[in-house]
């Protein structure tokens, strides 16, 4: 005869005369196996500590956005610190700064951009910065004229910018181009305002304090 092991669920077997098979079958696996064998106990008490790290894991998964309004002011503190009033638009993909003068260039193998600020009242002063991909953007005659308005795309240097909102700083990529028919010379698309977790109120405005990173 062999030996009972500690999981062996022949040691109930006065049990299973008082019960029919299907509910034999059920005990020995909720008994015989979860609790009488060691093994399934440390089972079920790992699965028991990873159910209760999920609940609390929860909450911060499940973080609400920072909502802002439709205008914010954004600071740039790569170039010179400009406070600038921007335009959130969900319906755009990038982000877009005014610029003018924009003049790519070949340093060290790579590829840069050098341009000035097409913005009210900016200096004339020359900023450099590494081009991170050139992208094809849809303009349109109007910043909010509907999608088959839009013209043939254009090509856009984009760089990596520094962009500070209330007192959250990120980095996003920011396309160039000119801006100065348009009324805010900054454009937060969608992939800028995911970076920042933002969501957006179109009847609030400047809901975020001055920038301050």
Request: glycine content about 0%; aromatic content about 6%; cysteine-free.
């Given at each position: 005869m062999q030996p009972k092991t500690l999981c062996d669920p022949k040691h109930d077997a006065e049990r299973h005369k008082r019960h029919s098979h299907a509910e034999r079958g059920n005990d020995l696996i909720d008994n015989g196996l979860k609790f009488r064998c060691p093994f399934f106990k440390e089972v079920h008490y790992v699965k028991s500590i990873l159910a209760l790290l999920s609940l609390v894991a929860l909450p911060v998964l499940a973080a609400e956005p920072t909502l802002y309004g439709r205008y914010e002011y954004i600071a740039l503190p790569e170039i010179g610190g400009e406070v600038l009033k921007a335009k959130m638009d969900t319906g755009a993909l990038t982000a877009s700064l005014s610029a003018k003068d924009i003049e790519m260039f070949t340093r060290d193998g790579d590829?840069?951009?050098?341009?000035?600020?097409?913005?009210?009242?900016?200096?004339?002063?020359?900023?450099?910065?590494?081009?991170?991909?050139?992208?094809?953007?849809?303009?349109?005659?109007?910043?909010?004229?509907?999608?088959?308005?839009?013209?043939?795309?254009t090509k856009r240097p984009v760089v990596d910018l520094e962009l500070c909102l209330g007192n959250v700083k990120r980095t996003v990529e920011v396309n160039l181009t000119d801006r100065s028919s348009f009324n805010y010379p900054l454009l937060i698309g969608a992939k800028a305002l995911r970076e920042f977790g933002a969501a957006v109120n179109p009847a609030r405005r400047f809901t975020a304090d001055k920038p301050d990173c």
């Open positions: 590829e840069w951009v050098r341009f000035r600020l097409a913005t009210k009242d900016a200096s004339n002063k020359v900023y450099e910065h590494k081009i991170a991909r050139i992208s094809k953007i849809k303009t349109r005659s109007e910043e909010d004229a509907d999608d088959d308005e839009a013209t043939a795309p």
